[in-house]
């Protein structure tokens, strides 16, 4: 269920928006009718917007709030007590005139989030019962200047910003048991960049680089458990005594020409280099825990303290054709990319350890790889008649590891096409979508990933416009009832469920919406 409101007025120089939503949803059930464990969930926000148009210069201001009260969470082993959010962001345009362009943005966030394993699911025995409280900020700026020019335009810029996250883990029932996970972890990103577009031949070129430095460190970490168990204590030990103050250094190189070979069709060549610093959850997770990066695949995870910076070098070529009735665009892409950040099975004696001594599986290690991902992209667009439109995208990828016998990529979807019908008349429009996703048998042995079968979905709305001031949308979702499963789905971890634990967790069933909307 959903309820929201928004009030929006303006003048010649200046506008104010204020908005406000509250959702609440049960358990979901899914196509072969079990109910989906803790999936419900309560939530409710605000917004409000303000601008100021003086000529030159142009202001606005954003605030907005969150709060999320119980929610479940299936895919992780704890339940959301709350999550406090509130994010702002202030921008300043200023057009000098015709030629260029200075625009700044201000922006930040503030979070705090707690979660437990006992308030919300069926609870473990008193001493495995875990409290989760996290915060995390943010703080940042971006500042940049857009010149034109007879035959193109440039985009000078910076950004810098900085995060900073805590998460501290205690048993309510035992006041000396503890997990310092993270303590004032920060990361700070800063980057100038420069961007062109101009004519080039008959075609169009883009190019654009970007130097960037990431710099991390996290404080002292520790755990209760370290004083009785040498398997945390040398965990423990080897971190606080590493060097957790990393720098990486960073480029990113695009380059993007489209080439007209009559008035319909056009070539695109693309090419590029792009860098990615390892997260601070790939870096500073001391002790395995399932801190997986939003994986939620059901494995614990320890950090690497020594991982390298991923390098991607992409090419993509496409062919491209416009009508006035219909659009179509065909691309094949490949990425070879160095030093690839994935799980691979630990080779860490104490975390190896400590998962022997639970009765759990191995942990998995962050570690730098050497991967391979290419692939096909469709985009196709076709006006019917003066009212009906069909529309469709495929999208198929394969990914490789190359520096191992078992050299599929984990977690890589499956081959997927959409194809969409659509109505519009004055005052009424439909839509039909349809997906179909292939079966995926390429998936990676070393994580026990599973194999997905293939599935057909289908979805429809109807919209229909009461008046210039309401509208009712209708949805259907899933309009079949079919059970299925995604391949990236994350796997159950609630016990005493009707989803085993363990086991991926399916789609949701046929779900129902009607939406009134009212503008006055």
Known sequence: ?????????????????????????????????????????ERQAWQMRAGLNLGTHRF??????????????????????????TWFRLSHEFNADDDWQWQTRVFGNQNMHDMDNFSLRQAPLPVRQRLNQTGSKALGIESKVRINSLDGQATLGINMSQRSHDSFISNPNNPLFYINNFDS????????????????????????????????????????????NTHVASLQDAFNQSDRNLDFALVDITSHWQVPITEEWSLLFAAGLKQRAPTYSEL??????GISGGLADGNNYIGNLGLAHETAKKIDIGLEYQHSNSAFSFHLFYDRIRDYITGQPSEVTAANNIALMNNVALPLQWQNTQAVLKGIELDGRYQLSKHWQLTG?????????????????????????????????????WRLATQYVAAQDQVASLHNETESNSYLLAHTTITYYVSPQMKVDIAMQNLFDTDYTDHLASVNRVNGADIETGEKIPGAGRMFGLTATYQF
């Open 1 to 41: 269920q959903s309820i929201g409101g928004l009030f929006h007025g303006s003048n010649e120089s200046s506008y104010i928006g204020i908005s406000a939503d509250r959702q609440t949803g049960d358990n979901m059930v899914a196509g072969d009718g079990r109910t989906v464990p803790s999936t419900f969930y």
């Open 393 to 429: 995208v495929a999208e198929y990828v394969r990914g490789i590891q190359l520096d191992s016998s078992d050299n599929d990529l984990y977690r890589i979807a499956p081959f997927n096409l959409r194809v969409n019908l659509e109505y519009q008349s004055e005052l009424w429009q």
């Open 185 to 228: 972890v920060r990361r700070t990103r800063a980057s100038i960049f420069v961007e062109h577009q101009q004519l080039f031949g008959e075609g169009e070129l883009q190019f654009g680089v970007r130097a960037t430095n990431v710099s991390l460190d996290a404080e002292l970490i520790g755990s209760n458990m370290a004083m009785m």
């Open 284 to 289: 500073y997770t001391w002790f395995p825990l």
């Open 60 to 85: 606005d201001a954003l605030v907005s709030h969150r709060d999320t009260n119980a929610a479940g969470t299936p895919a992780l082993n704890m339940d959301i007590l709350f999550i406090d959010a």
